[in-house]
């Protein structure tokens, strides 16, 4: 029976290879614009389930201040990847 040889990775080297394992999709997500840029997203919804999030956000006294700050549903490309529980999430925007 063969020992068995344990490789040394780097962080660097980890992350790259957890990159490679993303897939890319076209999902409904909720995004945070702040002066025209996205600076937050979440998901991956239906339609349907994005609406409801962005209505309760409202609920809880979320006020979209024009070209500021406004949450939007968008069916965008992204790149999915698993969180620390192992649950499928959105880990970044493809376009």
């Known amino acids: 029976m ?9 962080g ?3 992350i790259q290879q957890e990159e490679t394992k993303m897939e890319i999709v076209v999902a409904f997500v ?5 002066q025209g840029e996205v600076i937050e997203h ?4 239906s339609i349907s389930e994005c609406l409801s999030v962005k ?7 979320w006020k ?3 070209d500021q700050t406004r949450y ?10 698993k969180n620390w529980e192992g ?4 880990v970044g925007l493809a376009d």
């Open 2 to 10: 063969k020992p068995e040889v344990w490789q040394k990775t780097t």
């Open 12 to 14: 660097q080297e980890i």
């Open 30 to 34: 909720l995004l945070l614009y702040a």
């Open 42 to 45: 979440t998901g991956p919804y």
């Open 55 to 61: 209505r309760e956000i409202r609920r809880n006294g």
């Open 64 to 66: 979209d201040r024009g």
């Open 72 to 81: 939007a549903c968008e069916e965008r490309a992204v790149r999915l990847g």
């Open 87 to 90: 649950k499928q999430v959105v």
